[in-house]
């Protein structure tokens, strides 16, 4: 207990401030990362399966920025794109987690939803370890996210409240001009989609990308200290250092 009160008292305050500088940075990566996701969908064919595996590619990119910028480092917009030899890799290990949840999922809903929260550092974990296989990947991630998928789980609860929010906004909106004039239902729509999807980018993305990499931070750093107790000096001794400076 006393280790992961040092860790929590060490890592979030340095993440925070850190996360606020590269806040505009994310944003614009993930603008990046949906503009390739969107020209998928204008491929002549299997716009949906290109969609998908651009998707996929970029994703990890985009979770190893948030990473690096709440470890304090300087990440480079090339970054979000890995070296193609990679992309067999990652499309797969994202087919075997969607599989995996969908088949939880058919026997009840309750098992998806801890199977894709077991699931949920396996981005950050690829990211900081291509050369583990998918398995111990997805073995790995489970390791960590034990005792954390409640913090997990109200992470992605937080981003779709947020989302939702934004839509009702609109919804919002729409109804006091439906008091006045005759709304066009196309009208109702961009309404709707228009702040849902600028918040969507520019709050609720960024909040669930770099909670989600802080968490994965503070399970790394939990999971290292344990095995090796040695470190809890380190750890002991950085927590003075922090507490000298405020």
Sequence with gaps: MEVMKNVEKIIPAEMKINCKGKWFDLIVVNIVALFCVMLGFFTPFLSLAFAFLVFAYVQIGVYGFALESTRLNQPNFESIFFHPKYFLKIVCMKLVVMAGIMLWGLLLIVPGIIYALNCAFAGFIFF?????????????????????????????????????????????????????????????????????????????????????????????????IAKNPKSNVKTKNATKKVSKSK
């Excluded at 779709?160 to 009702?168: G, T």
């Excluded at 968490?215 to 999971?223: C, F, G």
């Design 128 to 224: 900081d370890e291509k050369d583990l296989s998918i398995r111990q990947i997805l073995a790995k991630s489970k390791a960590l996210t034990f005792g954390k998928r409640f913090e997990i789980f109200l992470i992605v609860m937080a981003m779709i409240a947020i989302v939702c929010l934004a839509a009702s906004f609109g919804v919002g909106i729409y109804f006091l001009l439906s008091i006045w004039l005759k709304v066009p239902w196309f009208v109702t729509m961009i309404l709707i989609m228009i702040p849902t999807i600028v918040v969507f980018v520019t709050v609720a993305l960024p909040i669930f990308e770099f909670e989600l990499a802080a968490a994965y931070e503070r399970a790394k750093q939990q999971d290292e």
